[in-house]
């Protein structure tokens, strides 16, 4: 199968030329790197870095959530990170930095492909049960201006035999023939950008981005098994999504860990 490279020069340029993408300081394309999110979290030392993309077209030491490898053939996925400081931010409310990620992602996968991508908390981006992507969240700097590394994995072009689990996904096998990635960067770009935005406006507050979170999370309303970090398991009913981004499950508040669906009705 060919796998055509992503086109590097619309996506440097789309900062200055696409209205939407003037958020952006810069779109920087890879050919191959260990980890963009390990890459952007070592440039936020300088204080100028900001608002900072980063593709690779390959990346032999992804990282995952959980301390897991994220892995893929090179031009199969859309690898990319960026880097974002959060001005003025309750640090207990950036929990919805990754949660607004993968808002953005349902919505991009929606638009540019017609897949119907939906939410399992806290962001992991599903289709009929199966992972299409994986976003990982990472602290640069800590303080009142949090600088934040924001890393998405998304599967585009892998084949059955190439899922590095059988419960992953891509495009492809969604049923996509051709998925342009680099159609698929920028509307992924577009629609963080606009959220972001909207986000800073409302002085951080939660209420818009919580609904349309809320409306694209199969988890909410579904019965819930919890492993917490400690070897806790909690089972019940998600009831939503609390102030800080933590899983409401009955009367507790699930901040990390592991969550799974205990009827798989995505
Ligand atoms: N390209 C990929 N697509 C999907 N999963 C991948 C990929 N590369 C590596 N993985 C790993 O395969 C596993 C698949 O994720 P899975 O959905 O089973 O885990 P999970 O426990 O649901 O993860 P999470 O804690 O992020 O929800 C993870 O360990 C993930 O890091
Ligand atoms: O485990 C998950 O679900 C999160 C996977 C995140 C993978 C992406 S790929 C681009 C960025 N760079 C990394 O090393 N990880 C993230």
Redesign the pocket.
């Known amino acids: 199968m060919e796998r055509l490279p992503l086109d590097a020069d619309v996506l440097a340029r789309s900062v200055n030329d696409d209205a939407g993408l003037r958020f952006f300081s810069a779109v920087e394309v890879v050919e191959s790197t260990g980890s963009t999110n390990a890459d952007l979290v070592a440039r936020a030392a300088d204080p100028a870095a900001d608002r900072l993309v980063l593709i690779a077209e390959s990346q032999d030491r992804?990282r995952?959530?959980?301390d897991?490898?994220?892995?893929?053939p090179p031009r199969a996925?859309i690898a990319l990170s960026l880097l974002v400081r959060v001005r003025g931010i309750d640090p207990a409310v950036l929990g919805w930095l990754p949660l607004l990620t993968g808002v953005a992602v349902v919505d991009a996968v929606r638009a540019a492909t017609g897949v119907k991508a939906i939410l399992?908390w806290p962001n992991?981006v599903l289709v009929e049960g199966r992972?299409l992507a994986?976003i990982l969240a990472e602290i640069a700097a800590t303080g009142s201006d949090p600088a934040v590394v924001v890393g998405v994995?998304l599967?585009v072009s892998?084949t059955e035999p190439e899922?590095?689990?059988p419960?992953?996904t891509s495009l492809l096998l969604c049923g996509v023939e051709e998925p342009d990635r680099t159609a698929l960067v920028l509307a992924m770009l577009r629609e963080f950008a606009r959220r972001f935005t909207a986000w800073e406006a409302a002085g951080w507050d939660v209420a818009e981005l919580a609904a349309a979170y809320r409306e694209r999370c199969s988890t909410i309303g579904s019965e819930v098994r919890a492993e917490l970090p400690g070897g806790e398991v909690i089972t019940g009913t998600a009831t939503g999504v609390d102030a800080n981004g933590r899983l409401l499950i009955g009367a507790r508040a699930v901040s990390a860990g592991?969550v799974t669906h205990l009827r798989a009705e995505y």
Not at 68 to 72: D, F, M, Q, Y
């Open positions: 992804g995952g959530r959980h897991r490898r994220w892995v893929g996925q399992k992991d992972k994986g994995g599967n892998l899922l590095p689990v419960h992953a592991d």
